[in-house]
């Protein structure tokens, strides 16, 4: 792990302008060689995030088909993957005519100190490969942060050329915890219209009558969630709302937009085809 500059953030939005920095506090962004199972990341991350942001990623006007997606990196609540689960997805979308915005969200406060973050992240991922996520990690902060990410592209739409009935997310992780509580917890016409949920927690849910669409993906030897099996999932089909499940045999946890010599490689690609089979990814008709 190491201390590194805040990159150019110039054509970052800030979710809440208005909203004060709290005194004496700031990100801190480090280059980071992370080993998860049999993934090794070399990324780049950020923690202890004061001002949330979006940053967008807009496709060539001839390949754009008006669908947006946001993208939320995971990393336990206490850091953002912001390369391999952020960037590297967006710009994979935005090739693919999707507009893409990486989330930059609130997440736990970590200790200051290289040393002391790196105990606690571990602890955290150790609890979690034990059973279920312990009932203490999660964020309210980043769920609030989604909905507003979405509200600011919806209320944008004209200006990145989006159609805002077709504003969704994908998250990894944390990232799809996110996700899937902005799908449950959002008020009528704020949570995301289809969810990417990826190598999220398995376990079941309450899901309401109109959930929104969910493409599911895990790999079958994920060391934090395999074990639980697949009762989101089944919990979304007794529910009559879509849903898509692809379960990789080899892939581990933290495997972002594939892992190579893994068929985790699909991962995108079935996304964007799950979102054209849904009528995503229509091009908006001309005015």
């Known amino acids: ?25 700031s990100e801190q962004w480090s280059h980071m060689r992370v080993t998860i199972g049999a993934n090794r990341n070399d990324n780049l ?4 995030v004061v001002r949330p942001t979006i940053t967008p990623y807009l496709p060539d006007p001839a390949k754009a088909t008006g669908a947006a997606v946001i993208v939320a990196p995971g990393g336990a609540f206490v850091s953002l993957s912001m390369e391999s689960e952020g960037s590297d997805v967006a710009r994979w979308l935005a090739d693919h005519g999707v507009t893409a915005f990486v989330l930059k969200y609130r997440l736990n406060e970590t200790p200051r100190d290289d040393g002391g973050f790196l105990k606690m992240m ?14 203490e990690v999660k964020e309210p ?23 805002p009935a077709r504003v969704g997310m994908i998250g990894f992780s944390a990232g799809a915890m996110t996700a899937l509580n902005a799908a449950l917890e959002g008020p009528d016409g704020q949570r995301p219209a ?3 949920y990826v190598y999220g927690p398995m376990a079941s849910v ?5 959930a929104p669409p969910m493409f599911a993906a895990i790999a079958m030897d994920d060391g934090l969630f395999a074990k639980q099996g697949f009762g ?5 089909r007794q529910m009559g709302r879509p849903v898509e499940l692809h379960a990789y045999e080899r892939g581990d946890h933290g495997f972002g937009a594939g892992r190579p010599g893994t068929t985790t490689t699909g991962v995108l690609p079935q996304f964007l085809a799950w979102m054209d089979m849904h009528g995503l990814l229509a091009a908006p008709t001309a005015q």
Do not use: S
Request: glycine residues 6%; proline residues 9%; hydrophobic residues 45%.
């Open 122 to 135: 571990g602890e955290r991922f150790a609890d979690a490969a034990k059973g279920d996520p312990a009932e």
């Open 206 to 210: 309450a899901v309401p009558a109109d």
């Open 45 to 48: 991350a950020v923690r202890n």
């Open 232 to 236: 989101i999932v089944e919990a979304w």
């Open 1 to 25: 792990m190491e201390p590194v500059a805040a990159p150019d953030q110039k054509d970052a939005i800030v979710l809440y302008p208005d909203m004060p920095t709290p005194r004496g506090k």
């Open 194 to 196: 289809f969810i990417g």
């Open 141 to 163: 902060r980043a769920t609030q942060d989604a909905l507003k990410a979405l509200d600011i592209v919806r209320a944008r739409a004209g200006a990145f050329h989006v159609d």
